[in-house]
């Protein structure tokens, strides 16, 4: 059997069909085996019983030939689209879509997508059904491990949020998909972006409930297993995170050494909650590199001087001075700090460093600073004043020394007698 093609722009919302509804109806339940029971339905015009019946058919399209799949399903979406109940249809065909498609094992996701993404185009913006028809694509794009499909209609996310009217619960919801997507298919800083705004819908009186305190872990042990990520002020700031000190006491205290304490507080860390480090599943070598980098960034940004030592990197770093050069090289690929090696002087010289947490400390040390900038700059102001009145006074005795030659001159020429003179008028008179 075979019907009519149905071609849908659903960015124009356009089709270009040939047939009525009754026709096309017709056409639909033929292929689907089921005409005896919306043929009655057809002559007493009731299209939302006909459509009920012709969506929960569709079911078995998932294993009807796969050439054949998405002009049937673009017929079905055309019809359902007829009907001013049109939200009463689509999360059964969300829910038939999100199934397998036995028929096109290899296709089968693609195919469903496809569909998927033509009804939800199709929707109004502010329709509430399109948060379950992306739901629906979430799933499946799970399934498939095709993420790149989803990352630019990601940059919408808020936009639709805001249009779907969503509360924090579904909210937290759609969150939780993003992450699981985003990590299935190894997109790791994704899906932790995702878990953290996730956190944020909790509610203050939820923030020690047991959701929270899971999702809470989540994310803090992805922060602190990732090779690239060394900012832990966007997990210390959460209230949820904050909740974990009851809880959670090691991954507490483990949290707060990784933000703002170093190589030697971790080891002490370590070695007080080795057992508990091994059943957490927690990577020691990994952490143990992470807190060494972290380490030479504090160190490298409270330093007084633009200098600091190999010996000095040697001794926090807890490793050779030999192996300075090659740890000063990671934090510097990690953006930490910026600067150059001198081996001649066995210097590292700092460029720009970051703290990593700005607290009291971090207050002081930049009053300090000033402090030395301010002391520095007045003594350099001392200089320039000296050395300006200086020149004004060499200028000075300059412009006089000038001004004494001038009146000299001019009185050495007032005293001649010129040729010709008076004196030469009075013995031409005499004659």
Not at 159 to 181: F, H, N, S
Not at 322 to 344: P, T
Request: net charge negative; hydrophobic share 40%; glycine share 4%.
């Amino acid at each position: 059997m075979s019907f009519v093609i149905v071609h849908i722009q659903p960015i124009m919302q356009y089709c270009f069909v040939e047939g009525n509804f009754a026709d096309l109806s017709r056409d639909l339940a033929e292929y689907l085996h089921i005409s005896t029971e919306i043929e009655p339905l057809l002559e007493a015009n009731t299209k939302d019983e006909v459509l009920k019946k012709l969506v929960t058919a569709s079911a078995a399209l998932n294993t009807y030939p796969e050439k054949e799949f998405t002009a049937a399903y673009n017929l079905l979406v055309y019809l359902v689209m007829q009907s001013p109940n049109v939200n009463m249809f689509l999360p059964r065909m969300c829910e038939h879509l999100s199934k397998p498609i036995t028929s096109a094992p290899l296709n089968g996701s693609g195919l469903a997508l496809n569909v998927l993404t033509t009804i939800f185009n199709l929707l109004q913006p502010d329709n509430d059904v399109r948060w379950n028809v992306f739901s629906a694509i979430l799933r499946l794009v799970k399934n498939s491990g095709n993420f790149e499909i989803l990352r630019p209609q990601l940059k919408k996310l808020d936009q639709w949020i805001e249009e779907w009217e969503l509360d924090e619960e579904d909210q937290r919801k759609l969150y939780g998909q993003l992450a699981d997507v985003a990590e299935d298919a190894g997109e790791q800083g994704e899906s932790y972006q995702f878990i953290l705004k996730a956190l944020r819908t909790f509610p203050a009186s939820e923030v020690s409930t047991k959701e929270a305190q899971d999702l809470s872990l989540r994310a803090l042990k992805a922060a602190l297993i990732s090779s690239t990520h060394f900012d832990f002020h966007d997990l210390t700031s959460l209230p949820t995170i904050q909740a974990l000190s009851d809880s959670h006491a090691e991954y507490s205290e483990l949290l707060e050494i990784f933000s703002e304490k170093e190589l030697e507080d971790y080891t002490d860390f370590r070695d007080e909650n080795e057992d508990w480090i091994e059943t957490e599943a927690l990577d020691n070598s990994a952490l143990h590199r992470k807190m060494r980098l972290l380490t030479l960034a504090s160190i490298a940004a409270s330093t007084n001087s633009k200098e600091l030592e190999y010996k000095r990197i040697a001794k926090a770093l807890q490793v050779p001075v030999e192996d300075v050069e090659m740890w000063v090289i990671d934090v510097i690929r990690a953006q930490l700090i910026e600067g150059k090696l001198s081996q001649q002087k066995q210097v590292f010289l700092i460029h720009r460093t970051t703290y990593r947490v700005f607290g009291e400390k971090q207050w002081r040390e930049v009053a300090t600073r000033l402090d030395t900038w301010r002391s520095s700059l007045r003594a350099v102001k001392e200089v320039i004043s000296r050395e300006r009145q200086q020149a004004e006074a060499q200028k000075e005795r300059e412009l006089h020394e000038a001004e004494r030659k001038i009146a000299g001159a001019s009185g050495m020429g007032a005293g001649r007698r010129a040729p010709g003179g008076r004196d030469n008028m009075i013995e031409m008179g005499t004659d």
